[in-house]
Nanobody, 126 residues
Framework: QVQLVESGGGLVQAGGSLTLSCAASGRTFSNYGMGWFRQAPGQEREFVAAINWSESSTYYADSVKGRFTISRDNAKSTVYLQMNNLKFDDAAVYYC???????????????????WGQGTQVTVSS
């Protein structure tokens, strides 16, 4: 079992920055890949970013490439999502997820992930 708790969401102006954190517990954090997804009202959950166990492989949705950075601290069992130059379209509930079946790569499909956090709201204002 893996428990995931996100934090860091909130209200930010367009063009601003925000860093999300996701603390994991329950299994050895460095043994699996992690991902961030988001879901806006009335829309499906979409992939944002993913990272393998060693940070040697990272993946991004085209819509966030160059603006968002995923990273992890295995000693703290935490994955981060640094979000810069936020746009109105980035507003959503952001979820972190654990893929305990993969270590050396990271998946971009939500169905590949077996544990999910409760989500944290990101609101972008003008």
């Amino acid at each position: 079992q893996v428990q995931l708790v996100e934090s860091g969401g909130g209200l930010v102006q367009a063009g601003g920055s925000l860093t999300l954190s996701c603390a994991a517990s329950g299994r050895t954090f460095s043994n699996y890949g992690m991902g961030w997804f988001r879901q806006a009202p009335g829309q499906e959950r979409e992939f944002v970013a993913a990272i393998n166990w060693s940070e040697s492989s990272t993946y991004y949705a085209d819509s966030v490439k160059g603006r968002f950075t995923i990273s992890r601290d295995n000693a703290k069992s935490t994955v981060y999502l640094q979000m810069n130059n936020l746009k109105f379209d980035d507003a959503a509930v952001y979820y972190c997820a654990a893929d305990t079946t993969r270590r050396f790569t990271a998946a971009t499909l939500p169905e590949r992930y077996d544990y999910w956090g409760q989500g944290t709201q990101v609101t972008v204002s003008s």
